[in-house]
C-alpha cells in the first residue's frame, strides 16, 4: 500500500487543473503553466478542492509509479502556486557571479570566465556577488539548474572555495603541517 499515493492534493484556489482522457494534466496558476502525462496504470480525477490518484493494477512497477505520481503532481501544483527557489553561495577570493540579459557569468578563478545560459522559465538573481538565488515554477528544472551550476566549481575540503548551497556544510580537512 502506497502512503503516498493514497494521500490527496489539495488544491489552492487561483489553481486550474485539467485532467485529459489520456492522462495529461494540466495545471496553470499565478506563476505558470505546467503539463505532465501520467504513466500507465495510474488514473486521476478532481473532486471538488482535491486530486486522487488512483492505480488500475496491483503490479510492483504501478505500486511504485502511485506513490511518484502523486509527489509529481503535488509539486506541479506547488509551483504554479508557489514556486520554488534554490539559494547557492559563491565562496572564494576574487570569485562573483553576474547576470548579463539571458547568461549568468561566473568568475571562478580560472583563466576564463564561465557562461551558463539560463534555461526558459528559471529566473536568477545576485545579491552582493557571491549569493545566487534560483526561482522557478518546475522544481526538478531548479534543482539540476543549481546543481548545474554548482558543478562548474564544487567546494573543496581544504580552504572551502567554490559554489555550495546555502546552508551546505562542507567537511574540512587539514592541511600539510611544517615540521
Known amino acids: ?22 492522462g495529461a494534466l494540466t495545471a496553470e496558476g ?11 496504470g495510474v488514473k486521476a480525477n478532481v473532486l471538488e478542492n482535491r486530486i486522487s490518484l488512483m492505480r488500475e493494477a496491483e503490479t510492483r512497477r504501478v505500486k511504485a509509479l502511485h506513490g ?9 501544483v506547488q509551483g504554479v502556486s508557489q514556486g520554488f527557489t534554490k539559494q547557492l553561495e559563491v565562496e572564494g577570493v576574487g570569485f562573483k557571479a553576474v547576470v548579463q540579459g539571458s547568461t549568468l557569468n561566473l568568475s571562478l ?24 538565488n534560483i526561482e522557478g515554477v518546475d522544481k526538478k528544472l531548479v534543482g539540476q539548474v543549481a546543481a548545474d551550476i554548482r558543478r562548474f566549481y564544487p567546494p573543496e575540503p581544504y580552504k572551502g572555495k567554490g559554489v555550495r548551497y546555502a546552508g551546505e556544510q562542507i567537511r574540512r580537512k587539514v592541511g600539510k603541517t611544517v615540521q
Open 1 to 22: 500500500m502506497s502512503r503516498i499515493g493514497n494521500k490527496p492534493v489539495e488544491i489552492p484556489e487561483k489553481v486550474k487543473v485539467n485532467i485529459g482522457q489520456d
Open 109 to 132: 578563478g580560472f583563466s576564463h570566465p564561465i557562461h551558463f545560459s539560463i534555461p526558459q522559465g528559471i529566473k536568477i538573481t545576485i545579491a552582493d556577488s557571491t549569493k545566487i
Open 30 to 40: 499565478p506563476k505558470g503553466k505546467l503539463n505532465w502525462r501520467l504513466p500507465r
Open 68 to 76: 511518484l505520481s502523486r509527489s509529481l503532481v503535488h509539486n506541479m
